[in-house]
């Protein structure tokens, strides 16, 4: 029997598209109109720019996210705390970005390019992500670890159903974070296997490396191409996220494939395992992240880091590729430090804030 996508995911991957392609013709106009943001800026103090392009983008996407919590939260059950957690992702959010853009006016003020502020805004964010989570979504618990894990383990009661936890990794140890409900789950014990695997082969660390040098690079080809100058820092720090906007995008389109090889070597290491275990597992955990890859293989490659239950299914006893870690979703949440306007607008976390800290992973 042919599977049949259904509607919630074909449509929350259209909310996606829409919603990423939106900030992508934003950002790409602001650019194109440079000269006659020039001439009106120095009518009107930065202060005001900065606050109404803040508020604008806080607006827009505010719209973007209840529709995707409201009419596309989920399939299965809907997160009953996402009022609160909006207000405090978008509480969280606003502040990050309103530190990095004094650290973006004093870069150009020093004269010290920018680069410097992009990297100590993703070590902030990386040292600080399971705080992040923690206050968007509630506190989390550590626990004893009962397996040879690298790291600590913490269990967090996340209400948002497709919330997965992953392998917070950057320049301190690991940190293994695992939604409260799978406590009890059969397939935990395949889960840690895997992850173990990652943690072991060092790809979360892997792709921190990469992500932290993508960005960099983007920064400094626009430091070079003088996007960012400007006669008004406000417009500095607004050229400075429309660049690394349209950056991001080309990101979007890139690494989720690259990120395909990660998930079917880790699902080897399970199979190795318990064989048997892991075919349920796969085919059951597109039901626990409300997607699963798309028929067509071209749209899978561009869009889902995560591969169909089919493909990885198929994959299990064939070769692997180079493995580059999850590298698009662990850019979602680090992208922050470049003011990417399409950080929480993807389909697989608007409208769901504890997403926006910690992407749904495999």
């Given amino acids: 029997m042919k599977s049949v996508t259904p509607p919630t995911r074909a449509q929350r991957l259209r909310l996606g598209i829409l919603n990423v392609g939106f900030w992508v013709i934003i950002a790409a106009t602001i650019l194109s109109f440079r000269a006659t943001l020039e001439s009106s800026a120095t009518q009107i103090q930065p202060v005001w720019i900065w606050i109404i392009a803040l508020g604008g983008y806080l607006a827009v996407q505010g719209v973007f996210d209840w529709i995707g919590a409201g009419y596309l939260g989920s399939r299965v059950e809907t997160n009953p705390e996402f009022k609160k957690q909006w207000v405090k992702g978008v509480a969280l959010q606003t502040t990050f970005w309103t530190l990095l853009s004094a650290l973006i006016i004093l870069a150009n003020y020093l004269g010290t390019g920018y680069c410097i502020a992009c990297l100590l805004g993703i070590l902030l964010l990386s040292f600080t992500q399971l705080i992040c989570l923690n206050w968007v979504n509630g506190s989390s618990q550590k626990i004893d ?3 040879d894990f690298q790291g600590k383990t913490f269990m967090v009661d996340c209400p948002e159903p497709t919330f997965t936890g992953g392998i917070i990794a950057g320049l301190g140890k690991n940190k293994h974070v695992i939604p409260e409900n799978w406590k009890t789950s059969k397939s ?21 490396l990469i992500v932290v040098a993508w960005n960099l690079v983007g920064v400094a080809i626009g430091d070079w191409l003088n996007i960012f100058d400007s006669n008004s820092v406000a417009l500095t720090i607004l050229y400075f996220s429309s ?26 290491a399970a199979h190795q395992e318990d064989p048997e275990s892991l075919a349920a597992y796969i085919e059951n955990f597109p039901e626990v992240i409300d997607e699963d890859g798309h028929k067509n293989s ?17 994959t299990l006893d064939q070769r692997t590729s180079f493995q580059w870690g999850p590298l698009s979703r662990t850019n979602l949440f680090l992208s922050w430090a470049t003011l990417n306007l399409t950080a929480r607008s993807v389909h697989c ?4 804030p504890p997403l926006w800290i910690m992407p749904p992973t495999a």
């Avoid at 840690?192 to 943690?199: E, F, K, Q, V």
């Avoid at 950056?247 to 989720?256: G, I, M, N, Q, R």
């Avoid at 071209?298 to 198929?314: A, D, G, N, T």
């Avoid at 976390?349 to 769901?352: A, E, L, Q, S």
Wanted: net charge positive; hydrophobic share 45%.
């Fill in 298 to 314: 071209f749209v899978q490659k561009i869009f889902y880091p995560i591969p169909s239950s089919q493909l990885r299914l198929e």
């Fill in 145 to 147: 670890d009962p397996t």
């Fill in 243 to 268: 660049w690394m906007t349209l950056w991001s995008f080309t990101s979007l389109l890139v690494l989720p494939s690259l990120s395909h090889s990660t998930v079917f070597a880790a699902d080897q």
């Fill in 349 to 352: 976390n608007v409208g769901r």
């Fill in 188 to 208: 935990l014990g395949l889960e840690i296997i895997r992850r173990n695997y990652m943690a072991s082969k060092g790809l979360p660390f892997r792709a921190f």
